[in-house]
Nanobody
C-alpha cells in the first residue's frame, strides 16, 4: 500500500503559478501510474493529468492543457504538477492518486476508478 501526501497549495492571484508536489511512501513508486485530480466546491472530482510509470505519456484535461505540466522523479518518490497562468476556475482541492496498473490509455488514465490510492489533497485558491 502506498501513502501519498500532497503539498504546495496556496493562494495565488490569477495569472500566477504554483508547483504542487506529491510524496509517496512506497519505495516501488516507479511501479505506479500516477495522476492528479481536483475537486472544486459543489462539483464532482475531475481529472487533471496523469503520467506513466516511467515518466512518459502525460495526459491532460483539455481545461489545463498548455498551462499545467506533470512530472515525476522516481528516485525521490515524488510527482509534481507545475501550474501556470492560473485562473479562478482552477480553484479546488488537488489530489494525487496512484494506480498499480502497468499501463492505461488516455481514457482509462482519466478515470478515478483506475486509482486505488489517494492523498488527502492540497487547497489551491486563485483570486480574480
Amino acid at each position: 500500500q502506498v501513502h501519498l501526501v500532497e503539498s504546495g497549495g496556496g493562494l495565488v492571484p490569477a495569472g500566477g503559478s504554483l508547483r504542487l508536489s506529491c510524496a509517496a511512501s512506497e519505495r516501488t513508486f516507479s511501479s505506479y501510474v500516477m495522476g492528479w485530480f481536483r475537486q472544486a466546491p459543489g462539483k464532482e472530482r475531475e481529472f487533471v493529468a496523469s503520467i506513466s510509470r516511467s515518466g512518459g505519456n502525460p495526459y491532460y484535461a483539455d481545461s489545463v492543457k498548455g498551462r499545467f505540466t506533470i512530472s515525476r522523479d522516481n528516485a525521490k518518490n515524488t510527482m509534481h504538477l507545475e501550474m501556470s497562468t492560473l485562473k479562478p476556475e482552477d480553484t479546488a482541492i488537488y489530489h494525487c492518486a496512484a494506480s498499480g496498473d502497468y499501463y492505461c490509455s488516455r481514457f482509462a488514465c482519466a478515470s478515478e476508478s483506475l486509482y486505488a490510492y489517494w492523498g488527502q489533497g492540497t487547497q489551491v485558491t486563485v483570486s480574480s
